[in-house]
């Protein structure tokens, strides 16, 4: 057996319209095709592949401190476009850089203070203005 990649990402909220609208916004997924499942929900794209499924829940989960899962990442390209996007619509993030060239990690939380980091090759700093 070979782990070929990672599918997508469950993420449970009672604000379900809003969260699909800050992940298209924000991130620039699409909405598309889901399972007729007996929960509401809301699959976002990239491409062709749905990567974050959106569950509707009656309340909103509780943060714990200690998180079993801590972020999830997306590997992405347009560094300078992205965080103007996020400058724009007052976003709080963190920039960071891997040790040894590695990607730039842009830190953002979606509307229920999920922790996503978004990476970009370091490549990308050059010429964005960027001091990272």
């Known amino acids: 057996m070979t782990i070929k990649r990672l599918d997508h990402v469950n993420v449970r909220t009672a604000r379900i319209q809003e969260m699909s609208a800050w992940y298209q916004e924000m991130l620039g997924l699409k909405p598309g095709w889901r399972p007729d499942f007996k929960i509401g929900g809301i699959?976002?794209?990239?491409?062709?592949?749905?990567?974050?499924?959106?569950?509707?829940?009656?309340?909103?989960?509780?943060?714990?401190?200690?998180?079993?899962?801590?972020?999830f990442a997306l590997s992405a390209e347009g560094l300078g476009e992205f965080v103007a996007n996020?400058?724009?619509?007052?976003?709080?993030?963190?920039?960071?850089?891997?040790?040894?060239?590695?990607?730039?990690?842009?830190?953002?939380?979606?509307?229920?203070?999920?922790?996503?980091?978004?990476?970009?090759?370091?490549e990308e700093v050059e010429g964005s203005g960027l001091d990272i």
């Open 86 to 122: 996020a400058e724009k619509r007052g976003e709080s993030m963190r920039l960071s850089r891997v040790p040894n060239n590695g990607p730039i990690q842009v830190n953002i939380w979606d509307l229920d203070g999920n922790h996503i980091h978004v990476d970009f090759d370091a």
């Open 43 to 71: 699959w976002l794209y990239a491409g062709d592949d749905p990567i974050v499924h959106l569950v509707e829940v009656a309340e909103h989960p509780p943060v714990a401190d200690n998180l079993a899962i801590e972020h």
